[in-house]
T-cell receptor, first 113, second 113 residues
Framework: GENVEQHPSTLSVQEGDSAVIKCTYSDSASNYFPWYKQELGKGPQLIIDIRSNVGEKKDQRIAVTLNKTAKHFSLHITETQPEDSAVYFCAASPHTGGFKTIFGAGTRLFVKA | EPEVTQTPSHQVTQMGQEVILRCVPISNHLYFYWYRQILGQKVEFLVSFYNNEISEKSEIFDDQFSVERPDGSNFTLKIRSTKLEDSAMYFC???????????FGSGTRLTVV
C-alpha cells in the first residue's frame, strides 16, 4: 500500500525566514496530495492541496510543489510568523484502494520571535 | 464555517469495556472517516464509509471495531472490548467527494485504564 515519508521531524526557524517540509510517496498512482496543520489540542486542518496534474500551487505565504517523476512533494512557508508554529502533515491519496488518505509522520515547526 | 462535531471530548474507560465515539459530519458531505493518533505520533487511517457501508479499512480496524450511521446525521465508532493500546486521540473526518481534503473534528481522547 501507499507509504508517505516526511522530513524533517522537527524544524526551528527565525520569524521571517522560510520553512520547507519535504515528503515522498511510494504509490506512483496517487493523484491527490493535501497538507494539514495541527495545532495543540485540535484536529488537523487542511491548509493547501495539490493534484497530480499540477506542478505547483500557491496561496499567499504557502506554496506546494509536486515532482511526479521523483514522487516528491514539498510545502514552502515564506515570511514565517509565530502563529505558524504547529505540526504539519503531508498526505497522499492512492488512486486505488478506496477513499483513504495516508499521512506522513508530521513535522513540528517552531517559529522563534 | 461548517464543522465536524465529536463527542465526548475525553472518555476514560476500563479495559474490556465497550465505548462508542460519536461524530456529526458536515451535512452535505458524503464520505466519512475515522483516524486515530497515539500521542505525538502519526495520524493513522482506521476506516472510510460511503453510501452506508465501509469502503475501506486498515489492519488496525479488526473485529473489535465497528462503525455505524444510525440516522442522517450521526456517525459512530464502537470499540467492543477496549484494550490499553486503544488509548489514543480518535478523529472523525468528512469530505464532500473522493480525493478532496477532509474536515476533521476536534477529536475524542480515549484513555483506557
Amino acid at each position: 500500500g501507499e507509504n508517505v515519508e516526511q522530513h524533517p521531524s522537527t524544524l526551528s526557524v527565525q520569524e521571517g525566514d522560510s520553512a520547507v517540509i519535504k515528503c515522498t510517496y511510494s504509490d506512483s498512482a496517487s493523484n491527490y496530495f493535501p497538507w494539514y496543520k495541527q495545532e495543540l489540542g485540535k484536529g488537523p486542518q487542511l491548509i493547501i492541496d495539490i493534484r497530480s496534474n499540477v506542478g505547483e500551487k500557491k496561496d499567499q505565504r504557502i506554496a506546494v510543489t509536486l515532482n511526479k517523476t521523483a514522487k516528491h512533494f514539498s510545502l514552502h512557508i515564506t515570511e514565517t510568523q509565530p502563529e505558524d508554529s504547529a505540526v504539519y502533515f503531508c498526505a497522499a491519496s492512492p488512486h486505488t484502494g478506496g477513499f483513504k488518505t495516508i499521512f506522513g509522520a508530521g513535522t513540528r515547526l517552531f517559529v522563534k520571535a | 464555517e461548517p464543522e465536524v462535531t465529536q463527542t465526548p471530548s475525553h472518555q476514560v474507560t476500563q479495559m474490556g469495556q465497550e465505548v462508542i465515539l460519536r461524530c456529526v459530519p458536515i451535512s452535505n458531505h458524503l464520505y466519512f472517516y475515522w483516524y486515530r493518533q497515539i500521542l505525538g505520533q502519526k495520524v493513522e487511517f482506521l476506516v472510510s464509509f460511503y453510501n452506508n457501508e465501509i469502503s475501506e479499512k486498515s489492519e488496525i480496524f479488526d473485529d473489535q471495531f465497528s462503525v455505524e450511521r444510525p440516522d442522517g446525521s450521526n456517525f459512530t465508532l464502537k470499540i467492543r472490548s477496549t484494550k490499553l493500546e486503544d488509548s489514543a486521540m480518535y478523529f472523525c473526518a468528512s469530505s464532500e467527494s473522493q480525493r478532496q481534503g477532509y474536515t476533521f473534528g476536534s477529536g475524542t481522547r480515549l484513555t483506557v485504564v
